[in-house]
């Protein structure tokens, strides 16, 4: 293997490990209700986030099964593929915030609560930089998870918020 290939997959998990959590945080400050939600759904019984995600999972594949087959097509998959993958790993944020708040419990609330979901980000893609296991193994699982937070934060019962979440405040200049 050439040292051009290495270094290419080398940017590729450094990426990887940048962006996700880099998401996470975009989805914390974008769509705080819904982060708030995942992180309840996946405080509860993660098997059956594991099950209801096998659902939108197994019809993405079946999707792109189906769509591969016909050129025109394919492009259009992979885009399906892909918003489907990144609304998953928005329900994943939900179980990184869970995280860096069991591990970091002075950042569950206030103007520094961001900061669990960062930290948590973190112990999650450390997770995923194991080699083989977490590559090919755990970040699907991620996936699944993520699908199935989502799916079990959208149907389930839709209860207030314990605090209000501070907006960013955006200056009118």
Same mark, same amino acid.
């Given at each position: ?67 591969? #087959?016909?050129?025109?097509?394919? +492009?259009?998959? $992979?885009? =399906? ?7 998953? %790993? !928005? ?27 960062? #930290?948590?980000?973190?112990?999650? +893609?450390?997770? $995923?930089? =194991? ?7 755990? %970040? !699907? ?33």
């Amino acid at each position: 293997m050439l040292f051009s290939q290495t270094f290419f997959y080398l940017l590729i998990g450094l990426g990887a490990a940048l962006g996700i959590p880099a998401m996470w945080l975009f989805a914390r400050a974008r769509w705080p209700q819904m982060i708030e939600r995942s992180k309840d759904v996946s405080s509860r019984n993660l098997f059956v986030s594991l099950l209801m995600g096998l659902i939108p999972t197994g019809f993405t594949i079946l999707i792109v099964v189906t769509m591969s #087959k016909f050129p025109p097509i394919a +492009v259009p998959s $992979l885009f =399906i593929v892909g918003l489907i993958i990144v609304w998953s %790993l !928005m329900g994943a944020a939900g179980l990184a915030t869970q995280v860096g708040e069991k591990l970091w419990p002075q950042y569950t609330s206030g103007d520094e609560a961001w900061r669990s979901t960062w #930290k948590g980000g973190q112990v999650i +893609v450390g997770c $995923l930089m =194991i080699p083989f296991i977490g590559w090919f193994f755990l %970040l !699907m699982m991620l996936v699944v998870f993520g699908a199935g937070i989502q799916v079990r934060a959208w149907f389930g019962q839709k209860k207030a918020i314990k605090e209000p979440i501070n907006e960013p405040v955006l200056s009118e200049n």
